[in-house]
């Protein structure tokens, strides 16, 4: 069955790039364009300039629901990433382009998916302890079960292939039912601090600041917009003051839209406030006390709620 427009597709690799347009792709991409993306080489590949391009929009993790709007006979198709809000783009979902050979037709009975990958990075196998068949999915991908748990490995369900593959019973664990405290989430993103700060990244490879929260948030299930002042717009303002671990600060210059995001990581102390966040000037996620620049730029305070 083929990609056709106007019908709905899944994500087949660990991880999906999604791209400004084909034409604006560099020759520094090539790893993360191939049919099996190798999403840690790419990212190895680039200078500290090239991982803030502004070709790469989003990123897309194994599984994720996009609905296909045109197919090129060039072997790119436009999506809509269903999956990652983005209201002042597009009300279905953030637009833009990817290969075609990394997406799969999506069944007519859409599956649930009531498990989550909380490692960082985990493989899976095409067996219990067998040979790795899909590596590198990432922390936030959501599975979809086949069965029960043998020896230490549960079986999966993975988009594009017809026999169950194999995770580590210890690196998925249950999607939770009800909505997480904040400082869980909180949790999640320290646990990747130190990584790569990739613009338009939302994956444990490398990150921008806007995919730390987004990610963060959709180890739990929570589905929160992809940009930061999208993601303002769905959260509640809260008063100076107020803000707790796991909240958010967003970041503005004067008469500008937000720019910044980050995750309050202890509660305010006079004027000492500190965040984890995916730092565009450090090229990582750290947790720190504000500097003055950004003192300078915060906005405001919101929590989800």
Known sequence: MELQPGHEALVRVPVATLWAAPEAVRPVDHPALADAPDIAAWIAGMDRD???????????????RV????????????????????????????????????LTPAPETPSTAPLVVDAA????????????????????????????????????????????????EGDVVPLPTERPEAKEVLAVAE??????????????????????????????????????????????????????????????????????IGIVSSEPHGEVRRMVHACYIQRGVVEERLPPDREATLVAAHRVV
């Open 121 to 168: 990075l985990t493989a899976l196998r095409s067996a219990p302890d067998g040979p790795v068949a899909v590596p590198a999915v990432v922390l936030g991908t959501r599975l979809t079960p086949a069965g029960r748990p043998v020896g230490g490995w549960r079986p999966v369900h993975v988009p594009g292939r017809a026999d169950p593959l194999w995770a580590p």
């Open 191 to 260: 646990r990747l601090r130190d990584l790569v700060y990739i613009w338009g990244g939302v994956s444990s490879h490398g990150i921008d600041c806007s995919g730390l929260v987004h990610l963060s948030w959709r180890r739990y299930g929570v589905t929160l917009p992809r940009d930061a002042d999208d993601q303002a717009e769905a959260t509640t303002p809260l008063a100076p003051g107020e803000e707790r671990p796991g909240d958010l600060y967003f970041f503005a210059r004067p008469g500008r839209r937000i720019h910044h």
């Open 67 to 102: 609905l296909v709007t045109e197919v090129r006979a060039d072997g790119w198709v436009h999506v809509v990433a269903l999956e990652q809000p983005a209201g002042k783009l597009d009300h279905r979902g953030y637009p833009g382009w990817l290969p075609a050979a990394q």
């Open 50 to 64: 090239q991982r803030v391009g502004e070709c790469v929009l989003s990123q897309l993790l194994l599984g994720e």
